[in-house]
């Protein structure tokens, strides 16, 4: 149970370290204090070399923090004698520990006395951590609505962008590329990057393969030759150029890290021909091992999660939804379902009617899913009131029942 520390005439919060926790303290650390002045003097006693002097001022304020440790753990000791307040005192202790500290950091010593500190702190009461633990969760929401309307992701996500990130420091530099094959995928991408008769053209809209700037040819080539690009043939012979898998992971982590890329044509070639420059190997083959473009790393492949913003996540719960529904026949798990129309009622009818107007009997072969009911199938007149109404509610639970399946085979 947490005591109440009482001063001169005035009570501690509780939770507060009482006095007898303070005197002790105090004069823990004082000793500490002590120890580490005494350990910096029997260092400048073995000294033999050139360094004296510095151990000797490493003593001194050793030695000057040791006797603020001892003064404010004599003064803690007579707080009561005094007429000190219970806040004063654990001042008092605060303050020697402080200086214990300072004596073992001057002495070269590990601050051990730093622990006593936690002896020191006041207690929070279980009201006090509730609060304290709400405010957390308060800022923590706010920072996360902060981040959701900056970004448009949630934390998982934004995380997963962040280590996209990370990784295309790595990787991007090493593709070789410039600012001018990230524009030809981002053509391919938006499906308006074509070629006919030699020609590789920016189509002025997605799917009209006619007109537009032309692209450059060597840089297509070459995205295509190392798998970035695939071609489609069209009825009229024309390519067009979409992203391979591969193109489109490599084309998200340039857009992450645009440092990585080369300012120059010529700087991407020297950076790859520095790269595949091997001992033993020509230089004409050098050289064209650089021409070409060398393959996004297979472990940036695996490494890169693309993100999926708040917008994605709706849409996509919006269309599994339509997607359950329609697998179970527009039926929606927890949805109270319409009773049938009224026309499907039958008030009171032997059984050959019923197969007549609803199709084959509940207990004829030929009608899977249908249970036998247990109830009074009437082959002979009713005779009175109770039968009768016995029958119609019978016959009113397999219209029903009948109706259920017939939608659900639907």
Not at 171 to 192: C, D, I, N, Q, Y
Not at 303 to 316: A, D, G
Not at 324 to 338: A, L
């Amino acid at each position: 149970m947490i005591e109440n520390d009482v001063g001169a005439g005035s009570a501690a919060r509780p939770g507060e370290p009482t006095p007898q926790t303070c005197i002790r303290v105090a004069r823990q650390a004082a000793e500490l204090a002590v120890s580490a002045a005494d350990e910096a003097m029997e260092a400048v006693c073995r000294s033999r070399s050139g360094n004296t002097t510095r151990l000797e001022e490493v003593m001194h304020a050793a030695h000057s923090e040791a006797c603020e440790a001892e003064q404010y753990a004599d003064w803690a000791e007579q707080w009561e004698a005094d007429g000190v307040a219970a806040h004063a005192l654990a001042h008092y202790a605060a303050r020697a520990v402080d200086a214990a500290v300072r004596a073992q950091t001057a002495a070269g010593l590990e601050a051990t006395a730093a622990v006593l500190r936690a002896a020191l702190q006041r207690r929070l009461t279980p009201e006090e951590l509730a609060e304290r633990e709400r405010a957390r969760r308060r800022e923590e929401a706010r920072r996360e609505s902060e981040e959701r309307a900056a970004t448009g992701m949630d934390c998982d996500n934004r995380m997963r962008a962040s280590m996209n990130a990370y990784f295309a420091e790595d990787f991007v530099p090493k593709l070789g590329w410039t600012a001018g094959h990230v524009r030809v995928l981002e053509a391919a991408e938006a499906g308006r990057l074509y070629r006919r008769d030699g020609q590789v053209r920016r189509a002025p809209q997605p799917g009209v393969w006619s007109g537009g700037r032309r692209v450059s040819r060597e840089r297509t080539q070459a995205l295509h030759a190392a798998r970035f690009l695939a071609a489609v043939r069209g009825r009229d012979g024309t390519l067009a150029l979409i992203p391979s898998p591969m193109g489109q992971v490599a084309l998200e982590l340039a857009r992450l890290y645009p440092a990585g890329l080369y300012d120059t044509d010529r700087a991407a070639y020297e950076a790859r021909y520095a790269r595949v420059a091997k001992r033993g190997r020509s230089r004409e083959d050098t050289k064209a091992a650089a021409r070409r473009l060398p393959l996004l790393a297979s472990s940036a492949l695996r490494l890169y999660r693309r993100p999926v913003t708040l917008v994605e996540q709706e849409e996509r719960a919006q269309r599994e939804a339509q997607t359950q529904w329609e697998d179970e026949g527009g039926y929606c798990f927890g949805v109270e379902m319409s009773r049938p129309v009224a026309e499907a009622r039958v008030e009171s009818a032997p059984a050959k009617p019923l197969r007549d107007s609803a199709g084959p009997h509940p207990s004829s072969p030929g009608t899977p899913g249908l249970v036998r009911a247990s109830g009074p199938v009437a082959d002979h007149p009713v005779e009175d009131g109770a039968q009768r109404a016995s029958s119609s509610q019978w016959i009113d639970s397999m219209v029903r029942v009948w109706t259920v399946v017939s939608r659900t085979r639907r």
